[in-house]
């Protein structure tokens, strides 16, 4: 029987009780509203207050210092903590019958993030995360353009070291006398991935105009919309801005030969910061003359008053400092009234054309979550099917569908249930499956 389409088509239901003005794109954030991220298929529960990202390797900490794990969930109030406290040197904290927790760096805290979670709600999984503080959260990563160190990643202007506001997901920078509460981690990726820097090696001239990023595979423009590049290695002329960029036919425009060019999510976005740098905070060698502004993502917030036909809010990075923050009012979609957009720049980005990055990221996920979950998503290799937007197989051994819907990776059926449920971004999984190879 055929579930996941009839599932689907409730939405269209609702798209057509909705209001006129409600965009397709207000109804795919309705889905991610709708669906919840399932514990069992994003954390693995380790039954010490403890959780591991699959995606990542990493194992964090379910409660915030401060507070206690009592076996369901977390009691008790976070701690507020300086920057300095925080910081704890490994093997001096034990929990969990381990010594080695630390403070994360930015990019492994920000992986906890969901930026498609609506406004003032939490961006954390609140399953995996129970009883999680609306706060600050610190990094250890410290703020580029401080010189005296006297500050980290915070809320005003000036030198700080990084945290992560949970109660929005917007990364910001503080003094580290400022108190914020710590999540710690331990293990992960010793890729590069994960690393704050974005030296030249990690980079792969095409000669073109273009580069590969190796850790994620992505093929990028050197040159933001509206710059030139010259064979010199400079981007010449003044870089556009999304209010001068028509955002809906970015994906139809041609450079170095490829047509597949789009707005990057969020998360593309921030694997080009380099928080060992500010002004701007990435690589000049590979992207001369970038402008130290804000950059466009395809990634939006939802806004409380979406039903009244109110934009949602585009996730931006702005790279003075590389952080990751919602546009106030902006709304960087295909369907967006480009007038309305704030004067932010834009960089295009592409998958890149070799090795297991020729496969689509669909078709790369579809066969690695076969290989390595057969449990759920047997037997393989079953034909691909679009339904009302959505790319899905579904497995009769199991009785289950996997999906993916602007791209997001959704699941209904078998252990699952009858309930479309959110997995999460398909950035959150797509490098671990590529270097695997798709398999």
Known sequence: MNLFPRAFSTLRLMEF?????????SLIALLCLIATPALAVTYTDNRDGTVTDPTTGLTWMRCSVGQSWTGTTCSGTANGY???????TPGTFTFAGN???????????????????????????????????????????????????????????????????HSNGQSISTSKDFS?????????????????????????????????????RLMWKRCSEGQVWWSGGDCTSVASTAAQVNVANLSNST?????DWRLPTAEELLTLVDYTLYGPAINLTIFPSTPSTPFYSSSFVINYD???????????????????????????????????????????????????????????????????????FSPPNQSSQ????????????????????????????GVFGGTVTDVGSIDGYIQTARTANCR
């Not at 999680?132 to 700080?160: E, Q, R, V």
């Not at 036909?309 to 369907?335: E, I």
């Open 255 to 259: 450079f170095a030969g490829k047509s």
């Open 17 to 25: 009780r909705l209001r006129r003005s409600l965009s397709l794109a």
């Open 386 to 413: 679009t339904s009302n937007g959505i790319t899905y197989r579904y497995y009769p051994t199991t009785a289950t569908y996997l999906g993916f819907l602007n791209r997001r990776i959704m699941v209904l059926g």
């Open 306 to 376: 979406i039903l009244d036909g109110y934009h949602n809010t585009s996730w931006t990075v702005d790279f003075q400092l590389g952080l990751a923050k919602s546009s106030n009012g902006a709304y960087a979609s295909q369907d967006a009234t480009i007038t309305s957009l704030p004067k932010w720049g834009v960089r295009l980005v592409r998958s890149s054309g070799s090795g297991s990055s020729a496969i689509s990221d669909t078709d790369c996920l579809f066969s690695w979550a076969e290989k390595t979950l057969p449990s759920y």
């Open 82 to 88: 300086t920057w300095n406290n925080a910081n704890v």
């Open 99 to 165: 010594s080695d927790w630390r403070l994360p760096n930015i990019r492994e805290l920000q992986t906890l993030i969901n930026r498609s979670m609506r406004a003032g709600f939490s961006p954390i999984d609140n399953t995996a995360f129970p009883n999680s503080p609306s706060i600050g959260f610190w990094s250890s990563t410290p703020d580029a353009s401080d010189p005296w160190g006297f500050n980290a990643l915070g809320i005003s202007s000036g030198n700080f070291t990084d945290y992560t506001y």
């Open 180 to 216: 914020a509460a710590v999540r710690l981690v331990r293990g992960g990726q010793t890729s590069d991935f994960f690393k704050i820097a974005r030296p030249t090696s990690d980079y792969v001239d095409n000669g073109d105009g273009t580069v590969t990023h190796v850790p994620t």
